[in-house]
Every structure is written in C-alpha cells, then in structure tokens.
C-alpha cells in the first residue's frame, strides 16, 4: 500500500500553490475590456493554472505521481515562461493588474524574472524525478512566486 506523505505544511503549501494557479485563471482577465495584451496574458495564465492543476493533484496525492507528466507540464511552464511580460508594456492595458505594475516596474521585472528562474529550476529537477518528493520543494517555489506577483501587482478582487 503508497504511504501517503501528510505533512501539514506540505498541503498548506500545496493549498496556497493551487489557490494561486487558480488566481492565474483570472489574473489578468477584464470583464469590460478586450484589449489584446489583457487578453495574451489571461490566455498565458489561464494555461499556467492548467499546468500547476495537474501538478497540484499529483502533490495532494503523491501516490498518483506520474513522472512523464510532471515532467511535461514543468518543461512546459519553464518554456512558458518569458511570454507574458511584453504584454504588460502598455498601462492602458489594466485588465485586473494594479497600478504598480507600471510604477514599480522593476519590483514587477524581478518578480518576472524569478518565475522564469523558478520555473526551469522545477523543470531540471522535473527530469530526474521518480516521487513527488524529488520535485515537492521546486513545485513549491513556483507556487511561492505565483503567489508572491499576485500579492503587490493583481488587483483586489470584493
């Protein structure tokens, strides 16, 4: 029988990457806007939220842990991952971002830049994995740097 892993900070972490894959589904979105860049990046996140779903069900369940899968889905991330910033260029393309994103655009860039780093190094680690413990920390820090961009630059929703 799988022994499965129940650490509580663990499914915290797990819980907190999935509510901000989830936030990435409507990152970016604008109910009265169709401004193309709005639209490129609710696109990009929508799919971001897609890929961290899939790896999210595997961490809440490590015995489901489908090593080509992950594998896929953290290559793709990594390879995802510089495509929406140029779309953040034009402040009248609001869309649900605050206003510090064009204010304090290198806070902005370095969050951006994280992602990047964050997301090819569960990519690497994604190559070798053959548990969800091999990738448990990396997947974590993708969650982190969802969570810590949504924090200073997504607008509030009521």
Not at 122 to 140: E, H, I, R
Request: proline letters at 3%; aromatic letters at 8%.
């Amino acid at each position: 029988m799988a022994q499965v892993y129940t650490n509580k900070s663990f499914k915290s972490l797990v819980s907190i990457t999935l509510m901000a894959a989830a936030l990435g589904l409507t990152a970016c979105s604008t109910s009265t806007e169709s401004n193309p860049d709005v639209q490129a990046r609710q696109d990009t996140m929508k799919n971001w939220g897609d890929a961290m779903g899939v790896m999210g069900d595997m961490a809440k369940a490590p015995d489901t842990f489908d090593s080509e899968v992950f594998k896929e889905q953290a290559a793709f991330l990594a390879e995802d991952a510089a495509k929406p910033w140029s779309h953040f260029e034009d402040p009248e393309a609001v869309g649900n971002t605050t206003e510090a994103v064009w204010s304090n655009a290198d806070e902005f860039r370095a969050e951006a830049d994280n992602f990047q780093k964050v997301t090819a190094e569960l990519s690497a680690t994604a190559q070798t994995a053959t548990s969800m413990d091999d990738v448990k920390p990396a997947f974590g820090q993708v969650g982190a740097s969802c969570k810590s961009c949504h924090t200073d630059f997504r607008a509030k929703t009521e």
